[in-house]
């Protein structure tokens, strides 16, 4: 979402003014313009941590529409918190994080973990695009192409490894997987048909059809049907702790 100079440098100016708090406040869009209209932090801890009192929300929601909801890290950390995650969800909002002089865009996704199944909106490729945006790059919510057919792979298509390359993804040779890396898996398919996360500890997060998205260990048949592994070329640049924080989401009821 585009930020205007003179928005950017407002927001920024007030996280700079509350520091060492976190500062939080909404951008509405109001007549048109995007306007920030900022919120007392009432969090116990709000070096740590923000909360924004209800009725600033119901308030804010009354001008116009709440197209983010902003808060600060002055402690620099460059990705939400499972605490941030968990509140955006709820919210349903995109999340706008200030750090180091920057503002970080965070649209709104659902929980990594116990996703139903959508095809081309909530699969596994979608599963790998949302868990890199929360690591810090957004490579979107890409529409079906022209043609889309669920059994692609059948007719020769390979559009998940296409994809990776065109996304500068590179393919592993011998180095060991890592946080981070995609695997690529065929599932009764002559070419890659379904994709994970590595996340470490020999375990992999993915979403199999007809299932909800899960954590599983990567072995015994993963392993069998694995085709490839590959790893973003510039992934020094991305924090994938974030991809585990949102792991430790709880269901929310």
């Known amino acids: 979402m585009e ?30 313009e995007k ?15 923000f909360e924004i009192d209800p009725e600033e929300w119901i308030m804010t929601s009354e001008i116009g529409e709440i197209i983010a909801l902003v808060h600060s890290h ?22 706008w994080l200030v750090v180091d002089n920057e503002i970080l865009q965070f649209r709104p996704a659902p929980a990594l973990l116990g996703r139903n199944f959508i095809n081309y909106h909530q699969d596994c490729s979608q599963l790998v695009l949302d868990a890199y945006m929360l690591a810090g790059l957004d ?5 079906p192409p022209a043609g889309y057919d ?6 020769g298509q ?27 898996l065929k599932i009764g398919s002559p070419v890659p048909n ?15 059809v007809g299932r909800l998205s899960a954590r599983v260990p990567y072995d015994g048949a993963w392993l069998r049907s694995t085709h490839s592994i590959w790893r973003y070329k510039q992934w020094r640049q991305l924090h994938f702790t974030a991809i585990l924080n949102d792991l430790l989401i709880l269901p929310l009821n």
């Open 158 to 184: 390979n559009l998940i490894e296409e994809n990776l390359v065109r996304l500068g993804f590179e393919k592993l040779d011998e180095e060991p997987a890592q946080l981070g890396d995609v695997v690529l």
């Open 139 to 143: 490579f979107g919510r890409p529409k």
């Open 194 to 208: 379904h994709a994970g996360i590595y996340l470490g500890d020999q375990t992999m997060l993915h979403h199999s």
């Open 35 to 49: 306007v920030f209209y900022p919120c007392p932090n009432i969090s116990s801890d709000p070096e740590n941590y």
């Open 74 to 95: 002055p402690n620099g950390l460059p990705y939400l918190s499972t605490a941030d995650r968990m509140c955006q969800i709820r919210c349903a909002t995109a999340f």
């Open 150 to 155: 669920f059994e692609w792979f059948e007719s």
């Open 3 to 32: 930020i205007t100079n003179e928005l950017k440098k407002e927001i920024l100016d007030y996280a700079k003014k509350q520091e060492p708090r976190e500062m939080c406040g909404f951008v509405v869009l109001e007549d048109g």
